[in-house]
RNA sequence: GCGCGGUUAGCUCAGUGGUAGAGCACAUCGUUCACACCGAUGGGGUCACUGGUUCGAACCCAGUACCGCGCACCA
């Protein structure tokens, strides 16, 4: 046994044991195991992506969940894996391309820049898995994964021939989200609505039949005008019943263009006529079909104006067109008002811009599995914790829209269909290529590509990320496209962790996905995180600067540190405000075990037994605190309540291991002490201490196993992350009598303690003072327990003396154990004890005369439950019998 | 506009009808030794507001205000 420093330094014990669990194959499953499956797929992070706080949590949960379960004796499969990210690796490696070499990826050609994205994504994927190794996490990396992986993007591609088959899978020219940076189409999910300040302008269009008159029209976007082919006014809407079907001129470039009712109009809104581009706005394209409209594109892929018949404006990028149009406008004498105007408008997820409405050729999934998925979570055969999110993925699912899964990406999975060159060519010419223009013998939809290539051209675009990521609970664990015995023995997987943020995204894909690929549902149950904000409420991004690394915190804080700190503030269903010094006490917390620890080995050798005889009744609370500590964790881990689990384990070894048993059976262990009294305390502190931690290994897994070790309590070729959890009580040996006696013992003792430790405090005399303590009417058990009570209370003597009869004015306290005096020879100040005495009495006063008017209240006595009033009667008997006594003693000041 | 959360001590949060809690922070005291990453003691709350139900409400119901988040084709 080596020597212990004051204090824990959790760095090296961390690494230390990471790479001995390695060693130890602690995190493989098993598929043959013959022990109940219990699994968990990760929710796989970017490739290059790097751990911020979100992470920790998210993953520190999974570590949790698989790490309990372990030591519930389950056959335990965390899977782990990364995600290649479309978009953002891809721009990443744009970025780096630009800065440092100055190209493009035009430049490098297609083949050439995805060997690029490759180097990258060997030279910098490493970094987030070695975060989560630094963290703890118990995944069982010999199965590592990414979406990338051959026989991941196998299943990929087969799924998507099978749902093409299907017909659920098709190409078509639709309006879809472009963003102008990206340059690729989104699905509706990568939009996010922003508030914005704009201007809404109000112009006019004059009628072609009667000069001189106009129609108002207010719009966000007059850059799109040259796109207009149309206004639309409601039926219903009297002020322009006249003027339906007749034209108007659009300024730039001049045209004569129609007017058509619509019930899409709103009345209230601007001036009630709304102008019409089909071509880039959703609404107004759906309008343009009812009315069979002309679609002008005005806009280039990458936002600028495309439209040469307006030379002023051709090429501007179109906020820059915005306010020259307006101003054009202005100068026709056509702009009648422009006002401020608080708008939403679509954001890029990714690129931050705003997302411009475009028809474009796209291929689309018609969702497999709708109503199985719907009625998985509705039923509870999936369980949503907070249940809350039931009604958001309900809502979701009964509003599906087809998914746009294409991306003019090169990152990605490619879509496995090849044209016949020539036919492709014709198309183009046609600018039509949905499927339905292709004949059976025109396109090829394979994994494998069609036998003589030289024919035919792949098509360019790749995949949605989320298109390979919906598969991941299974093309994880099964051979490609097939079966395997870890699909077997761990599908479904038990619990998925991970923020309601991507609940349509990726929860409700899988859900489908797994009806339709795997058979059935994908997971039992999800339990979704809080989102971590700072402590102004915001979230947590880099260009606010306001996340912390999770590695710094780890260094200095130690992982478990920065675990059990997260999960102390880490409320169920609600955002979490991260406060760092929540993470220095979970770092304290665990140098307060460590200390404890630490202390026994100071006291020497001994104990180890199972505790039996010469017990104190502060031993048998201790057991007996354990063992109810124990059920809670049952209780709480079925309830998935982890910020209470934290409190739980927190409260008992601080409060009531530190604070109370280990201060009271500190004298056991003095050299004075017995033989048979250190035996006792030493048996029952490993008793205790090695049951506890194992309880708060899941949440602090290093510092736990290092003390273990240390300890002795795991042998040296053992592990206590493996170790099961131990079914009997520590009290299976006592009557259950006995240990109800012995806790009312205990509690006497201590709340007997804190009492004198206040008169203590109140009379000015030092903590570490020892006084004297006379007591009289002591309980009849009290002399067994008097060395505890002095040692607790920092006493030189407990006395018992009934006959004792105080000087005038001794500070006197009544007590679960009798009325305890202190005398204070020399020192005694009748004023203040007069003054204490009466702020008490007035005190129990208020609780006397609150009690009765409760009592005397007969609706009171007459409908609370029997054992409600009862309790409330005995809470009176005992304040009155203090208040006399109180009074009594006031009287004998004078 | 519809929906979902939240509002409890200075801060972060527990608390599902029966004496308002924890940690931190604060104040006073204390380093003859497990731990100053510590110990002891103490001060501090009209449980957002208004009504209702109940013998009794932080808790249940209705409404209001403020904060946050989703969803929605008001240009």
New binding site residues.
């Given amino acids: 046994m080596s020597e212990m420093p ?3 330094e959790p760095r090296e014990v961390e690494s230390q044991w990471y790479a001995a669990w390695l060693d130890g194959k602690c995190f493989e499953a098993d598929p043959s195991s013959q022990r109940p499956a219990y699994s968990i797929v990760i929710p796989p992070p970017n490739v290059t992506g790097i751990l911020h706080l979100g992470h920790v949590l998210n993953n520190a949960l999974q570590d949790i969940l698989a790490r309990r379960a372990r030591q519930e004796g389950r056959e335990v499969l965390w899977l782990p894996g990364t995600d290649h990210a479309g978009i953002a690796t891809q721009a990443k490696v744009e970025r780096e391309l630009r800065e440092k070499e100055g190209v493009g990826r035009r430049d490098l050609g297609r083949e050439a820049f995805l060997e690029r994205v490759w180097e990258w994504k060997e030279k910098h994927g490493g970094i987030i898995i070695n975060q989560l190794k630094r963290l703890g996490c118990s995944c069982d990396w010999s199965r590592e994964r990414f979406t990338m992986d051959p026989e991941y993007s196998d299943w990929v591609a087969k799924v998507f021939v099978d749902l093409f088959k299907e017909g659920l899978i098709y190409r078509g020219k639709r309006m879809v989200n472009w963003c102008p940076v990206s340059l690729t189409a989104l699905s ?2 990568e939009v996010i ?1 922003k508030p914005q300040k704009s201007k809404l302008y109000t112009m006019k269009y004059e009628l072609v039949d009667a000069p001189g008159e106009f129609l108002r029209i ?4 007059p850059e799109t005008l040259m796109g207009d082919t149309a206004v639309a006014v409601n039926p219903r809407d009297p002020r322009y019943a006249g003027f339906i079907g007749r034209k108007v001129r659009r300024p730039f470039p001049e045209a004569e263009i129609p007017v058509v009712a619509d019930e ?3 009345i ?3 001036t ?1 006529a ?2 019409i581009t089909p071509a880039h ?3 107004d394209f759906e309008i343009g079909m009812r009315h069979g409209l002309e679609i002008i594109d005005v806009l280039h892929p990458d936002g600028r104006v495309n439209c040469p018949g307006c030379p002023e404006l051709d090429g501007l990028d179109r906020f820059e067109a915005r306010g020259k149009a307006a101003a054009m406008l202005d100068a026709m004498g056509l702009l009648i008002e422009v006002e401020d105007y608080d ?2 408008v679509g954001f890029s997820e990714r690129a931050h811009v705003p997302i411009e409405p475009r028809i474009s050729m796209q291929w689309f999934l018609r969702y497999p599995c709708v109503d199985e998925a719907a009625r998985a979570v509705a039923d509870g055969d999936i369980t949503f914790r907070p249940d ?1 999110w039931r ?2 993925y309900a ?1 979701w699912m009964e ?1 599906l829209q087809d998914w746009c899964i294409s991306r003019q990406l090169w990152w990605g999975h490619q879509i496995p269909v090849w044209y016949r060159r020539d036919k492709l060519e014709e198309l183009k010419a046609a600018e039509s290529l949905d499927t339905s223009d292709l004949e059976a013998g025109d396109i090829h939809v394979g994994v494998e590509p069609p036998e003589d290539e030289s024919g035919w051209v792949r098509d360019e675009d790749v995949m949605d990320t989320w298109f390979s990521s919906w598969l991941w609970p299974f093309a994880t664990m099964g051979d490609s496209g097939g079966d395997s015995p870890t699909l077997r023995k761990f599908y479904p997987t038990t619990d998925l962790v991970t923020g309601p943020d991507i609940i ?1 995204f990726w929860v409700a894909r899988m859900i489908m996905a797994g009806y339709r690929f795997a058979g059935g549902p994908p997971f039992r149950n999800v339990f979704f995180t809080s989102i971590i904000r700072d ?1 102004q ?1 915001r979230k947590m991004s880099k260009s606010l600067g306001n996340s912390p690394d999770p590695v710094d915190l780890m260094e200095k804080y130690g992982a478990d540190g920065l675990r059990f700190g997260l999960m102390r ?1 880490a ?7 991260f ?1 760092e ?2 993470i220095e ?1 979970g ?2 917390f665990a ?2 075990l460590y ?2 620890c ?2 026994r080995r ?1 006291a020497g050798e001994g104990g180890g037994a199972a505790p039996v005889a010469g017990l104190r009744s502060s031993h048998v609370d201790i057991m007996a605190k354990l063992d109810e500590l124990a059920d809670d964790l049952v209780r709480l881990y079925g309830e998935y309540r982890f ?2 689990i934290s ?1 739980r384990l927190y ?1 008992f070894l ?2 009531e291991f ?2 109370k048993f ?2 009271a059976v500190k004298g056991d262990l003095r050299d004075s002490a017995s033989e048979a009294a250190k035996a006792a305390t030493l048996s029952v502190f490993d008793a205790v201490m090695s049951r506890y931690l194992q309880l708060l290994h899941p949440y602090m897994p290093h510092v736990t196993e290092e003390l273990s070790r240390r300890m002795g309590y795991t042998g040296d070729d053992e592990f206590l992350m493996l170790k099961q959890l131990p079914e009997a009580s520590l009290l299976a040996n006592l009557a259950e009598v006995e240990v109800a006696a012995a806790r009312e013992r205990a509690g006497a003792v201590y709340e007997t303690a ?1 009492r004198l ?2 008169l203590k ?1 109140e009379y000015n005399v ?3 003072r020892d006084v004297r303590f006379v007591v009289r009417g002591a309980a009849e058990w009290l002399d067994a327990e008097s060395d505890v009570l002095a040692l607790l209370a920092g006493a030189d003597s407990i006395e018992l003396d009934d006959a004792f009869d105080p000087p005038t004015g001794t500070p006197v306290s009544l007590t679960p154990v009798g009325e305890v005096a202190m005398p204070l020879e020399g020192l005694i100040d009748v004023e203040a004890e007069k003054a204490r005495l009466s702020k008490e009495v007035d005190k129990i006063a208020g ?1 006397v005369a609150k009690s009765e008017g409760k009592l005397g ?1 007969a ?2 006595v007459g ?3 029997a054992e ?1 009033v009862e ?1 409330e009667r005995e ?1 009176l008997e005992e304040w009155r019998a203090k208040l006399a006594q109180l009074r009594e003693m006031l009287e004998g000041l004078g």
């Fill in positions: 004051k204090a824990y509706d999910e609505m207010a719009t966000t976007r899409h109009v709103d209230e809104f601007g009630g709304l102008k706005d959703k609404a708008n939403k809350r009604k958001t809502h509003n349509f402590l409420g503030i409320p169920v269903g609600s955002d979490i405000r406060d010094h929540q006490e770092r304290n140098n307060k200390n404890a630490r202390f100071m910020g209470e409190q409260e601080w409060s530190c604070d280990l201060e804190g430790r206040n405090a030092a903590a570490r609780e209240n609706n009171f409908r609370a439950p409600v309790q809470r």
